[in-house]
């Protein structure tokens, strides 16, 4: 009892409660988000689509997706992150029943392009909001519990879409839009605004930029902050490998779709059991190491994939490559806190989070060509480049921690969270 005290303590002691109330905001939403999963099989099976104009919506959904990231950073800056986040949960919740009740394939379209904006519109808000409220010593242990949520989320609602998509394609959407309702009202009950209306005393910009209004072009013109996304964006192009090309190699190689199926739980199941017990790990570590060694994990991972023709060693490698994205998670998120200015964090998250449709874009166009053209020699190219993005994460870690350095002289202290830090309970 006493270890499983600490074990708590160590992942989740002296949070907020405001931060607890996001969390389980975002856990019902990432629960509850499970339609758009089964979007092209809908589109296909029940409303007599091709598989081409089934495509061409779900990237019209993708498309909506990187509007949204970057519409939901500027609303969190200047509307507020409750209100923001408020804003996407009503409309998304509108917009599934609606989807649930269209038969129009251009209406569907429309709408399939409209949720994409919606549901990416929170994720700069979630996180600006949960850097207002935790103070800087513990947010790498928010962060982590931030990633938890998310694929905890994410597992329950690959297992509910199965099941409500062999029952109905109706209920599939408006079971979506009661658990976004849910979240709508759990924030709207338990989370206060976060955003900080007053004007700070010190300019925080980074110095070139600092002549220049404060916006969106602030985050799209910082060089320590855009090397960062840089890198990130490699680790995401990785990532993508187990739901774009990874499934080609393993047909390729013989395996089925329940092969997959049990690679890809694997790596979730770590995750879930796992994933508490990263601040331990990595704490007492610079943030730099910590991603260039995760990093390289992931490198080492789908590397392995070049020699693999067996389940077993495509088992192996996703212990490899999951245990590279359980470490990368925090720091990442953390670095990026670090680099915002306050009056502009959900700015910055907004660009940050570009990097994920960006690489769910990039992963399988370049990655079906490699992997045609190249065969098992598309693996080593993946793994040869994770390994050249945990050598830039060596290489940018000093100048960054001496840019944050300077930030914070300037600011002549670390911002005070909005609300009140009491943990809960």
């Known amino acids: 009892m006493h270890a499983l005290r600490r074990l708590w303590r ?9 931060f607890w109330y ?6 019902i939403n990432r629960a509850g988000a499970f339609a758009m999963l089964f979007l092209s099989l809908y589109l296909t099976d029940a409303r007599g689509a091709s598989e081409s104009l ?3 919506v779900v990237g019209a959904y993708g498309a909506g997706g990187a509007a949204g990231v970057l519409l939901g950073g500027v609303l969190a800056d200047r509307w507020g992150r409750r209100s923001t986040l408020l804003a996407a949960h009503l409309a998304t919740t509108a917009l599934m029943v609606a989807l649930a009740f269209s038969r129009p394939l251009l209406l569907i379209a429309v709408l399939s392009a409209l949720v994409g904006v919606v549901h990416s519109m929170p994720s700069p808000a979630f996180v600006a909001a949960i850097v207002d409220v935790v103070p800087a010593q513990r947010r790498s242990r928010a962060f982590n519990l931030q990633f938890w949520a998310f694929n905890l989320g994410m597992a329950v609602a690959s297992l509910l879409a199965g099941v409500l998509a062999e029952a109905s394609f109706t209920a599939l959407f408006l079971v979506d839009a009661g658990a976004t309702l849910t979240a709508a009202v759990v ?3 338990k989370v206060p605004e976060t955003l900080r209306r007053a004007a700070p005393s010190v300019d925080l910009r980074p110095p070139a930029t600092a002549a220049r209004r404060p916006g969106l072009r602030t985050a799209l013109t910082d060089r320590t902050f855009l090397v960062f996304v840089g890198l990130t964006f490699v ?3 990785l990532t993508m490998q187990t739901s774009t090309i990874m499934p080609l190699a393993m047909r390729a190689d013989g395996l089925g779709p329940s ?37 390289a994990l992931l490198a080492v991972g789908f590397g392995v994939l070049a020699v693999a023709d067996v389940l077993g060693v495509y088992l192996a490698a996703a212990v490899v490559w999951t245990v590279g994205s359980m470490l990368a998670a925090p720091p990442n998120a953390q670095i990026n806190a670090d680099l915002a200015p306050p009056q502009l964090r959900a700015r910055y998250q907004s660009v940050f989070y570009l990097t994920f449709p960006a690489a769910a874009f990039v992963a399988p166009t370049l990655g079906g060509v490699s992997l045609q053209h190249l065969g098992d020699g598309h693996w080593l190219i993946v793994g040869g480049l994770g390994l050249l993005a945990a050598l830039g994460h060596l290489l940018a870690g000093p100048p960054r921690e001496r840019h944050v350095a300077a930030l914070r002289r300037a600011a002549g202290r670390e911002p005070a969270p909005a609300v009140d830090h009491a943990p809960a309970g």
Do not use: E, N
Request: proline share 3%; aromatic share 6%.
């Open 10 to 18: 160590d992942a989740a002691g002296g949070l907020p409660a405001t």
């Open 22 to 27: 996001l969390w389980a905001g975002l856990l």
């Open 54 to 56: 089934a495509g061409t």
């Open 187 to 189: 924030i709207a009950w």
């Open 235 to 237: 680790l995401a192009v």
């Open 259 to 295: 092969a997959y199926g049990l690679v890809v739980a694997l790596g979730g199941a770590l995750i879930v059991l796992g994933q508490l017990f990263v601040p331990r790990l990595i704490d007492r570590h610079r943030k730099d190491v910590v991603l260039a060694v995760s990093t």
